[in-house]
């Protein structure tokens, strides 16, 4: 029980800090347009999987192949600034993924609305 409670509470620490080296400390405007959804720490705490999603507006050119690129252009510089924040014995391994419950959400929606009419 007590393991649950430390993962959990380094779950959202992660969480916390990622969001707010995505959108205040890279000054790159693809990803300051991603939200983290969720983190989950395998059961070692040696990887996080980040699950994340984007914002796209009307006027940007943002997909998730230019998302997923920047990410993994990123991804050690975003590892190295996780652990200058965080105290812990060892930083995880950072594996994004996009999380397409937005997306699933969205479909469900259009498919209600489709049988009401």
Known sequence: ????KIS???ESLILR???LI???ELQNPILNSISISEVRLTHDQELAKIYYSFIVFT???ITLEKVT?????H???IR????AKVKMRAVPDLEFIYDTSLDNANKIEKILNDLKK
Do not use: V
């Open 1 to 4: 029980m007590g393991n649950y």
């Open 22 to 24: 995505l959108s205040r």
């Open 8 to 10: 959990a509470r380094k």
């Open 59 to 61: 006027n940007s050119d």
């Open 80 to 83: 190295r600034l996780l652990a």
């Open 75 to 77: 991804h050690k510089k």
């Open 17 to 19: 800090e990622l969001t």
């Open 69 to 73: 690129e920047e990410l993994e252009k």
